[in-house]
């Protein structure tokens, strides 16, 4: 439960209270939580794990060495089974991978499997957690799907329901990272249009590369734009796409640590503020922006500022096609009316220019990049995302 407690003369703590789950992730994030890197080193908190009672051993595992953990901000820690009494109070809430109470052998059972546990948590949410309340939801199934349904069904706090799209993200800078035979951490502006655990759009025509050892160097804030020193564009348009598509289709390399890190670093962000200047991508509802349809969970890049989240409309020179923006709404319009029972059957999308969409998939940022690549011997660098 926040509030504000005064210790001593002059130093002042927050308490927040967190709901997570028992899965592996929680023991990877626990302790980055603890640690002060996510609300601040003045932040105490409680920590409320949360899941059905056939896991109760379980939590109360992690509960005991969560607790071992002797961690100065950690305040308490419990555990909770009973549905009524989920999310009480609570400041944050992280949603994470979840599982179908019952086996379903169709796509369509899978997607629909959801609705339940989203309407319940939903209406939980609504009634027992605080006016204030941030949603964050993580995984690597259904992720869009699941946000657009808690949003559904908790109305009150739907602009406080966000998607993790940070592991996508990182999966992409660590391959470009091994290609420019840099850190991961020098990539940035990568940006994951569409669906985070689906079809999605890698757009690498804001990317930059920083401290990137080559012929020309500049000061530590000296970027590059990462298109203009990969050479092999055969790779950019076939093995890059193809790892990373495959990678969310079987989420693979997606494990507790990158879940961990990616949901930390997105409500790191949330109350402290992103990087200036960098462009961050993340699954929030549509009302319009880029052509998107509205009434569905899209990423597209943000900053975070002022303990909100800002969609950066103003980039310039990231228009999406039509036949690219309809591929990666289809499903997700699809999924939304399938779970609502709207719709009988789900049709993934196909096109009979499927391989020709795929080259412009890539080959768009490409091209926009060798023009700017004309430009980059009169470039300063070290560009803000509003200058670019």
Same mark, same amino acid.
């Given at each position: ?18 709901? *997570? ?12 939580l603890v ?29 005991? %060495? ?56 939903? =209406? ?32 009150n706090v ?22 420019? &035979? ?23 025509? &804001? ?26 564009? %055969? ?9 990373? &598509? ?14 961990? =890190?990616? *949901? ?16 961050v991508s ?53 999924? &939304? ?34 023009? %700017? ?7 300063? %660098? ?7």
């Amino acid at each position: 439960m926040a509030h504000l407690e005064p210790r001593g003369d002059v130093t002042v703590t927050e308490r927040e209270r967190e709901n *997570i789950a028992s899965v592996p992730a929680c023991y990877s994030l626990i302790p980055i939580l603890v640690s002060g890197e996510v609300f601040g080193m003045h932040t105490e908190m409680s920590i409320n794990l949360f899941d059905k009672e056939q896991a109760e051993e379980d939590l109360h595992l992690l509960m005991t %060495e969560t607790r071992n953990l002797v961690a100065p901000l950690l305040r308490s820690v419990s555990v909770c089974t009973r549905v009524e009494e989920a999310f009480r109070q609570a400041h944050v809430i992280i949603i994470l991978d979840d599982s179908a109470d019952r086996e379903v052998y169709t796509l369509e059972g899978c997607i629909r499997s959801r609705l339940p546990l989203c309407r319940l948590f939903g =209406h939980l949410i609504e009634k027992n957690a605080h006016d204030s309340v941030r949603v964050i939801v993580g995984g690597k199934t259904f992720v869009n799907l699941k946000t657009v349904l808690l949003m559904r069904y908790a109305p009150n706090v739907a602009h406080n329901i966000i998607a993790v799209a940070l592991g996508v993200e990182g999966q992409a800078k660590a391959m470009l990272a091994r290609k420019l &035979k840099t850190a991961p951490s020098s990539i940035k502006n990568v940006i994951v249009w569409g669906n985070i655990s689906g079809n999605n759009y890698i757009d690498l025509r &804001k990317a930059r590369v920083y401290r990137c050892e080559s012929a020309i160097w500049g000061p530590p804030n000296y970027s590059r734009p990462v298109l203009s020193l990969i050479f092999d564009r %055969e790779w950019v348009n076939g093995q890059f796409v193809a790892t990373l &598509k495959k990678l969310t289709e079987t989420g693979k390399q997606f494990g507790s640590i990158l879940a961990a =890190h990616s *949901i930390a670093t997105t409500l790191k962000y949330w109350y402290q503020g992103s990087p200036p200047g960098e462009i961050v991508s993340l699954g929030v509802l549509s009302e319009g922006q880029f052509g998107i349809p509205g009434g569905i969970v899209f990423s597209m890049p943000v900053k975070f500022e002022n303990g909100t989240w800002v969609v950066l409309t103003d980039l310039k020179d990231i228009e999406i096609s039509n036949q690219m923006m309809t591929r990666m709404t289809s499903d997700l319009i699809q999924e &939304k009316l399938v779970a609502l029972g709207d719709l009988i059957s789900f049709q993934p999308y196909q096109s009979g220019t499927d391989l020709d969409e795929r080259d412009e998939k890539t080959t768009l940022p490409t091209t926009y990049t060798n023009q %700017e690549n004309q430009r980059v011997s009169d470039d300063s %660098e070290g560009k803000t995302m509003e200058e670019q």
